[in-house]
C-alpha cells in the first residue's frame, strides 16, 4: 500500500480543493447536501467537525444551529474555513490527536476525510474520545463497493470492478470538470475495516444509509448515481 503525506498533498492543493468546493452545483456535494442535513442529529452544546476542508460542511452546520468547532491539518484550508465564517472556532489539528478534553462534544461530523487518513481507526478512537456519553459520530464515506470500480466507457450501463475489495489500497486521481482541476488521493478501504474500527472505539452503530441524488446534478453523468451508491453514511452513538 502506497504513502502520500497527507499534510502536504491538501496544503498543496488546498486552492484547488476550495475553488472545486466553493462553486455551487459543480460537484456531487450538492446533490446530497439536503438529505445529509437531515442525517445530523439535531443540534446540541457543541459539534466538531474534522477535516474540515474550506468549511462547507461546517458553514451548513452553522447554519443548522450547531455550535462548531472546525479541525484540519492544512493551515491554508483553516484560514480558509475561518475567513468564510464557517464555524465559531477553527484551528489546525490531527484528527488522530484532538487537542481537546474527553466528552468535549456532543457530535463528531467526518464528511469524506476518513478515505483520506492513513489511520482510520486512530480517527475514530479520537472522535469516540471527545464524545460525551451518548454523543453521535456522523460518518460520509464514499462507498466502499463502488470506490473499488467504474462505468465502463463504452457502455455507461456496465460497472465493473477493478481491485481486490477486501485489501486497503492507495489511490491518486485528478479529476477536471468545466475549467477546475482537483488532485484527489487517499485509500480505498472495505466497509468491515469501518464497522471494525467503530466496534473496537465502543461506538454502536445506530443508522446507515445508502443515498441516491436528489438536489441538482452537477453534470449528466452523475445520473448513474441513482442506479448505485456514491456514498455511505453511517451514525454511530457512544456508550452511555
Not at 468535549?104 to 489511520?119: G, K, Q, T
Not at 441516491?212 to 446534478?217: F, K, L, S, Y
Request: proline share 7%.
Amino acid at each position: 500500500m502506497g504513502e502520500y503525506d497527507i499534510t502536504h498533498h491538501w496544503e498543496a492543493y488546498a486552492s484547488e480543493w476550495t475553488s472545486w468546493a466553493r462553486t455551487p452545483d459543480h460537484d456531487e456535494y450538492w446533490s446530497y447536501r439536503d438529505q445529509f442535513r437531515e442525517f445530523v442529529p439535531t443540534p446540541g452544546t457543541a459539534t466538531l467537525e474534522v477535516g474540515c476542508g474550506e468549511g462547507r460542511v461546517s458553514r451548513d452546520l452553522t447554519a443548522l444551529g450547531h455550535h462548531v468547532t472546525a479541525v484540519d491539518l492544512s493551515p491554508s484550508l483553516v484560514a480558509a474555513a475561518q475567513e468564510a465564517g464557517s464555524a465559531g472556532r477553527c484551528c489546525v489539528a490531527d484528527a488522530a490527536n484532538l487537542p481537546f478534553a474527553d466528552n468535549a462534544f456532543d457530535c463528531v461530523i467526518a464528511y469524506n476525510m476518513l478515505m483520506d487518513v492513513p489511520d482510520m481507526p486512530a480517527v475514530i478512537n479520537e472522535a469516540a474520545r471527545v464524545l460525551s456519553p451518548g454523543g453521535h459520530l456522523v460518518i460520509s464515506i464514499v462507498h466502499p463497493f463502488t470506490d473499488r470500480g467504474a462505468f465502463r466507457d463504452s457502455d455507461p450501463a456496465v460497472f465493473e470492478t477493478r481491485d481486490d475489495y477486501f485489501t486497503t489500497s492507495s489511490f491518486a486521481v485528478i479529476e477536471q470538470r468545466a475549467n477546475l482541476k482537483m488532485h484527489f488521493a487517499g485509500w480505498s478501504r472495505p466497509l468491515r475495516d469501518y464497522t471494525q474500527a467503530l466496534e473496537d472505539a465502543g461506538l454502536l452503530i445506530t443508522a446507515l444509509r445508502e443515498p441516491q441524488p436528489t438536489g441538482p446534478i452537477a453534470s449528466p453523468d452523475l445520473d448513474k448515481w441513482k442506479r448505485l451508491p456514491l456514498f455511505l453514511w453511517l451514525r454511530a452513538i457512544a456508550h452511555q
